[in-house]
């Protein structure tokens, strides 16, 4: 190489955050809770709905809506319904989660686990 | 100067753009996986029954071995060469992450956590990477190279934070720590085009033949060591208070939490650039100058934020600037030291100036919360902060640019 070679820099970074995103896919896929879950919950739709539609749905299935979270179409809804989380997809959520790890990282520091920073921001129902 | 890089044999497996790929990886991975020991503080101390300062203990122990061991790894590294050192590394961290998984008493959790993965941290850290960068690519490519493997590190931890508590939700938390350990093992695989550089005899054509005595001898005798050694502890102190206390200030000063989230989220992203920046300035111009205006430019963004009133708008430019210059000083000053004393003892010799970066990053965390119960706020340390920038600056100014004679052939 004659000189930084910018092209290769910019390669590798978009491939590490493709790799990313799929690996956070396959694992948010995996993390979903199963249609028989009951209980307090994360209940994630589509972000181009309003919050009267999603608040309509939250009610639809059954559950008891508790608040919106910091992501406007995340709920945190509870129902003791069997099948909750089922029927909250079938109201046209696109899923329903125990916990979703959301918040953006204090990247690149060589000091401590921010673990509180992290209980600060998390998104959990 | 006239300087050579070690000539690595022809094939793809050593080609420059292989070797800056693989050790950019080791990086990502080393600092992400490490980056995600936070999340098991709750499902640990949980599972267990524990109090947060048993897992609260094997981190900071994990910090202080990764910190001791940086210059013995970077010793090892200059004798035996990257490839070796990085591979046996990547073997203890896998090994230290995995009995995180089984550790049922603090003790275990010590060894684990705390010694086996600081280690292993140590042998994989950038550092390393950095030195082996040093040899094996083109002079004039140097700094470049040590800012995009800082840029790589940055990205660990924003790449595998999230990852890792997604695997904690999915998998549970033990497996989790079985994925992330299986994942420090790509290391091994990465490892190999770093093994173009052999150590031991690497070093440039006008530099003396010393041993590792000697060297560390010359080097601690050179002043302009000793004042980088000295600058690098504030960056530690800085970068490490804001970490650990910046969302706590935000969300004091009526911040909402996601707005917080997002604008640290900023930082990281910003730190990536940054990072790359650095190094490609690094390239052409003066190290010491830009340290020089990171440290006097951190001061001033600093002491402007906390002067004015804390709004949205004041948050995110304070991230957004604060991230360009995070992570900013690590290819300058490893740029510096490989001015000064050459590559053949580059990761000891950084191993050292960097122990330094702990120790001010344990003082940074530390003030920061026993200020903060003393006195109810964190102006002091944001004021001491702001002095030691200052003092940073000042400290790197007669720096001398060039290689030390003790360190020159005649």
């Not at chain 1, 590798?12 to 809770?33: E, H």
């Not at chain 2, 040899?135 to 660990?156: C, D, E, H, K, Y």
């Not at chain 2, 005899?201 to 050694?229: K, M, N, P, W």
């Not at chain 2, 989220?265 to 205006?293: D, E, K, P």
């Amino acid at each position: 190489m004659q000189g930084p070679d910018h092209r290769l820099a910019l390669g590798l970074f978009l491939s590490l955050l493709a790799a990313a995103v799929i690996a956070s896919m396959i694992a948010v896929r995996a993390s979903a809770l199963p249609d028989s879950a009951t209980g307090k919950m994360l209940a994630v739709f589509d972000p181009r709905l309003d919050e009267q539609a999603m608040f309509a749905a939250l009610v639809r299935a059954g559950g008891r809506p508790l608040r919106r979270t910091w992501l406007a179409s995340v709920w945190v809804v509870a129902g003791d319904a069997p099948g909750f989380a089922g029927s909250l997809k079938q109201a046209g959520a696109i899923g329903a989660y125990g916990e979703l790890p959301v918040s953006p990282q204090l990247a690149g520091c060589f000091a401590y686990a921010d673990a509180r920073s992290r209980e600060l921001f998390a998104l959990r129902p | 100067m006239t300087e050579v890089a070690e000539s690595p044999p022809a094939r793809w497996l050593y080609a420059s753009s292989t070797i800056i790929v693989a050790g950019c990886l080791i990086a990502l991975i080393a600092f992400g996986v490490r980056a995600t020991a936070g999340l098991f503080t709750a499902p640990i101390s949980e599972a267990h029954g524990w109090g947060r300062e048993v897992f609260g203990f094997a981190m900071a122990m994990q910090n202080l071995i990764w910190g001791l061991a940086g210059p013995f790894a970077g010793m090892v590294a200059d004798r035996y060469g990257a490839m070796r050192v990085i591979i046996v590394g990547a073997f203890i961290y896998a090994a230290g992450t995995a009995l995180m998984a089984f550790a049922d008493t603090p003790g275990m959790l010590f060894l684990s956590g705390g010694v086996l993965m600081g280690i292993g941290i140590a042998l994989t850290s950038f550092s390393i990477i950095m030195a082996a960068f040093g040899r094996l690519v083109a002079p004039q490519n140097r700094s470049w190279s040590f800012g995009i493997a800082t840029a790589a590190s940055s990205m660990g931890q924003f790449v595998f934070a999230p990852l890792g508590q997604l695997f904690i939700t999915a998998y549970g938390w033990q497996n989790a720590l079985l994925l992330l350990a299986a994942s420090s093992l790509l290391m091994v695989v990465l490892a190999v085009p770093l093994g173009a550089s052999k150590g031991g005899v690497a070093r440039g054509a006008t530099e003396l033949d010393l041993s590792i005595g000697q060297a560390l001898q010359r080097g601690f005798g050179h002043g302009s060591y000793l004042l980088l050694i000295s600058g690098f502890f504030v960056c530690g102190f800085q970068i490490a208070f804001m970490t650990v206390h910046l969302p706590a200030y935000l969300m004091e000063r009526g911040i909402s939490a996601g707005l917080a989230a997002w604008a640290i989220g900023i930082v990281g992203l910003f730190n990536v650039v940054g990072s790359y920046l650095a190094g490609v300035y690094g390239g052409h111009a003066s190290r010491r100058q830009g340290l020089v205006f990171i440290y006097l430019a951190r001061s001033a963004i600093i002491a402007a934020f906390i002067l004015f009133p804390v709004t949205a708008l004041s948050t995110v430019l304070f991230t957004a600037s604060m991230g360009l210059l995070w992570l900013s000083t690590i290819p300058l000053t490893m740029g510096l030291v490989t001015l000064m004393f050459g590559t053949r003892y580059m990761a000891t010799l950084y191993g050292f100036v960097f122990f330094s970066h702990q120790v001010g990053s344990f003082f940074g965390v530390w003030l920061g919360g026993y200020l903060y119960d003393r006195y109810g706020t964190y102006d002091p340390v944001w004021w001491i902060s702001i002095a030691l920038g200052v003092f940073a600056a000042i400290v790197h100014w007669p720096i001398r640019e060039r290689l030390a004679s003790s360190f020159a052939a005649p």
